[in-house]
């Protein structure tokens, strides 16, 4: 009964507001979240500082402050979600070069788009499908609430996009594999607790542990991976850009699609730090992550 009071009763009547005004209550946000709330703080603070080892204080506390405006933008943009037209998000995240996945569909095979959460990738993901050739597939985490698990794949998936859990992705993609997908995988957060294996490398001045998913599904399946580059054109309009990452896996050795796919992350980030999800508490401590040159196991047949 809460969920669909706070679902009917405020986030619905939010989500249509303009944008102008959506921005004034970022704007309001940012100084409740950051200087009264506090949210996060040690969190973003410890993540930059380590990450960007020779900027002084005045400079982390700048990035930090442009940081937590993005994310209140990000937070507006997000309640959009639920009423924005179709028309209107693909306006506000246009794929540049859609022609870049397009030429894979024409050759009969299905991809693997690659991103990180950085910008407005909530936006990019719904207005997806309308954009290409592929039939998109979000690959998302499930919701412990039901009403809002409901509500969310409703929505994600009301322009065209299939939502497939984590747990069911195998075997969606073993009873699907005549359909030519383009399913979207988010590599950048710390692999779930329930993940029992991660490739570890160096990943904004820090050794990180990255989730391998992503390679192997690509090189099970032979998949083309293709990285998608979220850039901010101005408040509230982003585009996205295609570059082929690789286009057969199968041929990679291990790590090579999971180190690239990672330095084009890392390298959107040190150009425009602030559009990253800092508040993340990616560099928790893990026992269960393998050296590079370890565990060829993990590699896909």
């Given at each position: 009964m809460?969920s669909?009071l706070?679902?009917y009763?405020l986030i619905?009547?939010l989500?249509?507001l303009?944008?102008?005004?959506l921005y004034?209550?970022s704007?309001?946000g940012?100084?409740f979240i ?18 960007f080892p020779h ?6 506390k700048?990035?930090?402050?442009l940081y937590y405006?993005?994310?209140c933008?990000?937070?507006v943009?997000?309640l959009k979600?639920?009423s924005?037209s179709?028309?209107e ?6 794929i ?7 030429r894979?569909?024409d050759?009969g095979?299905?991809?693997?788009f ?7 990738w909530?936006l990019?993901?719904l207005?997806s499908?309308?954009?290409l050739?592929h ?6 985490t ?6 809002f698990e409901k509500?969310?794949?409703?929505t ?8 497939v859990?984590k747990?069911?992705?195998?075997a969606?993609?073993?009873k699907?594999r005549?359909r030519?997908?383009a399913?979207?995988?988010a590599n950048?957060q710390?692999p ?11 990943f904004l001045n820090?050794?990180?542990?990255v989730?391998?998913g992503?390679e192997k ?15 901010k054109v ?15 896996p199968?041929?990679t050795?291990?790590?090579?699609i999971?180190?690239?796919m990672t330095h084009?992350?890392e390298?959107?980030?040190?150009e425009?730090?602030?559009?990253w999800l800092w508040s993340h508490?990616?560099?928790k401590?893990r ?8 565990d060829r196991?993990l590699?896909?047949?």
């Amino acid at each position: 009964m809460l969920s669909r009071l706070l679902h009917y009763g405020l986030i619905l009547p939010l989500s249509h507001l303009p944008f102008w005004l959506l921005y004034r209550l970022s704007d309001m946000g940012y100084y409740f979240i950051y200087y009264i709330l506090r949210y996060r703080r040690k969190v973003v603070f410890g993540n930059l500082q380590r990450s960007f080892p020779h900027l002084d204080p005045a400079q982390i506390k700048r990035l930090a402050k442009l940081y937590y405006r993005h994310l209140c933008d990000l937070g507006v943009e997000s309640l959009k979600i639920f009423s924005i037209s179709i028309e209107e998000a693909i306006a506000r995240n246009r794929i540049v070069n859609p022609e870049v996945a397009g030429r894979f569909f024409d050759q009969g095979r299905s991809i693997i788009f690659s991103a990180g959460h950085y910008n407005n990738w909530e936006l990019c993901v719904l207005a997806s499908d309308a954009q290409l050739k592929h039939k998109s597939i979000g690959v998302y985490t499930q919701i412990r609430n039901k009403y809002f698990e409901k509500v969310m794949r409703k929505t994600r998936g009301r322009y065209g996009m299939e939502l497939v859990t984590k747990k069911e992705i195998k075997a969606f993609h073993e009873k699907n594999r005549h359909r030519l997908t383009a399913t979207i995988l988010a590599n950048d957060q710390a692999p779930s607790p329930s993940t029992k294996r991660a490739y570890r490398m160096m990943f904004l001045n820090q050794e990180t542990d990255v989730m391998y998913g992503t390679e192997k599904f690509a090189r099970e399946y032979d998949y083309p991976v293709v990285f998608a580059a979220i850039k901010k054109v101005r408040r509230g309009w982003y585009e996205t850009h295609l570059q082929v990452m690789e286009e057969h896996p199968r041929n990679t050795p291990y790590g090579d699609i999971t180190e690239r796919m990672t330095h084009l992350i890392e390298a959107q980030i040190l150009e425009e730090p602030q559009y990253w999800l800092w508040s993340h508490k990616r560099w928790k401590k893990r026992n269960y992550a393998v050296d590079r040159a370890e565990d060829r196991s993990l590699v896909a047949p």
